[in-house]
């Protein structure tokens, strides 16, 4: 499937595949239909991460140029989960990248005479995976990485991004490090109709992860461990949606991973917790709290794409991926949506 190469002008008028699990059918909409295929009564739960930039470039100690990705905070004291790449940007793909020198505990990385980090340790699942330690916290740190970092991107793309290309529009916190990509078309236009309509809105928040690293042994570990917040508000509206026979539809995967870990920590129901998941969702996985699932486009035998395969069968799944291919649907974080919903349209 071709990528979206620029950000949409969020007009609304994106393409929307709407796919029944238990029918097998799909069929062509756009994003401003979404009111009229949900129903009085059902639950849209979105991820409010705000996306942080994530992308730092520098050098190490022997003046070696390269890049660190950061994928998670570790604690409040400046530690990160990081993913080094070699020389190179967005430009190239990261698959084609070289890689980056081998570095051990103990090594500093320079992107600026204000911001320097140290690697504390070195991942044995690969040496690319490293923890962190920056030599500055609070809002010293905060105010050095949106100074000196940009947002993650990929070589699909035709331009650099803004930081407000790479936001929902209802971000918060800086948790994410890649786009909530499926929450991006939901402007406030739609979310007030949606609202109008009787769907009701949640929030969880759920630190967004890297799409890739470029290295095959490394991607195999991705999505990594990811933190993720559930309020008592949220678990409220999913006890009061099911009081009402209506349906939880998760925004996006980290949405589906944030719900789904929070009620397999929490003996199968939600809770009102903050955490970390390493939940895996494919087809195994019983669902307990998302009865649909609006999504991006993800392409068979990706992660993203095995996910899906929770919500309907993997070839009903692959069948509607085909269809959307060959009608010219675009893919990746700027392109088109899916909607996997049971028996989808008002009553």
């Known amino acids: 499937m071709k990528p979206a190469t620029r950000p949409p002008d969020r007009s609304l008028d994106e393409r929307l595949l709407v796919v029944d699990p238990e029918s097998g059918r799909f069929e062509d909409r756009r994003i401003r239909e979404l009111p009229r295929l949900l129903r009085r009564g059902d639950l849209l739960v979105v991820n409010d991460a705000a996306t942080l930039p994530a992308s730092l470039q520098g050098t190490t100690s022997s003046g070696e140029p390269i890049e660190v990705r950061l994928a998670r905070v570790e604690d409040g004291n400046g530690k990160w989960t990081a993913a080094l790449l070699g020389r190179g940007d967005w430009r190239m793909r990261t698959e084609d990248r070289p890689p980056p020198p081998l570095l051990p505990a103990g090594e500093v990385l320079r992107f600026a005479e204000d911001l320097i980090a140290t690697i504390e340790s070195v991942s044995p699942a690969s040496p690319r995976l490293v923890s962190l330690a920056f030599d500055r916290k609070g809002d010293a740190f905060w ?205």
């Open 143 to 347: 105010e050095a990485l949106y100074r000196r970092a940009r947002p993650i991107q990929y070589s699909y793309l035709e331009a650099p991004l803004a930081m407000w290309d790479v936001q929902t529009a209802y971000g918060s916190r800086p948790w994410a490090v890649e786009l909530p990509s499926a929450g991006r078309p939901l402007n406030w236009e739609l979310l007030g109709a949606l609202q109008q309509n009787g769907v009701a809105l949640a929030s969880i928040t759920h630190g967004a992860g890297l799409s890739s690293i470029g290295d095959a042994a490394a991607d195999a570990f991705l999505p990594i461990p990811e933190r993720f917040e559930v309020l008592a508000a949220t678990v409220e509206a999913e006890r009061e949606t099911r009081r009402r026979g209506g349906r939880v539809v998760a925004v996006g995967t980290s949405v589906a991973r944030a719900l789904e870990g929070c009620a397999a920590a929490h003996g199968g129901r939600l809770a009102a917790a903050a955490g970390i998941t390493d939940v895996r969702i494919d087809v195994r996985f019983p669902l307990r709290v998302a009865d649909g699932l609006l999504t991006g486009l993800h392409e068979p035998g990706t992660s993203h794409f095995a996910l899906t395969t929770a919500f309907a069968a993997e070839d009903t799944l692959t069948d509607a991926y085909r269809h959307a291919e060959a009608a010219g649907y675009l893919g990746h974080e700027f392109g088109d949506a899916m909607l996997i919903l049971p028996d989808w349209g008002p009553d």
